[in-house]
């Protein structure tokens, strides 16, 4: 059975390991919007590929549409995306 102390240092160290996770999934996630951005995609478009994704049955599609509507119009007009929690 382990001891107190290295069951603390291993919660610890998974926390760190999480934490950095979360961090580069962010970096990422801020990457793909701005290579949508670059590659012309516009947020005014959005409601017609979330009616393309409905007439098509693409579910993960519309959801993650809406996801970034709703990131984008909680952020304000300002064209930068870092996470939206």
Same mark, same amino acid.
């Given at each position: ?11 610890? &160290? /998974?926390?760190?390991? =999480? @934490? &950095?996770?979360?961090? !580069? /999934?962010? +970096? ?8 949508? /951005?670059?590659?012309? #995609? @516009? ?5 017609? =590929?979330?009616? *393309?994704? $409905?007439? #098509?049955?693409?579910?993960? !599609?519309?959801?993650?549409?809406? =996801?970034? /509507? %709703?990131? %984008?119009?909680? +952020?304000?007009?300002?064209?930068? *995306? $870092?996470?939206?929690?």
């Amino acid at each position: 059975m382990l001891t107190l102390p290295i069951t603390i240092m291993i919660r610890v &160290s /998974l926390h760190r390991l =999480l @934490e &950095s996770r979360i961090a !580069l /999934l962010r +970096k990422e996630q801020a990457m793909a919007y701005s290579r949508g /951005l670059v590659a012309g #995609f @516009e947020i005014d478009s959005i409601d017609d =590929l979330i009616y *393309f994704a $409905n007439a #098509f049955g693409a579910i993960r !599609l519309r959801y993650e549409l809406e =996801l970034v /509507l %709703t990131c %984008t119009l909680s +952020k304000g007009n300002d064209r930068q *995306f $870092n996470s939206c929690s």
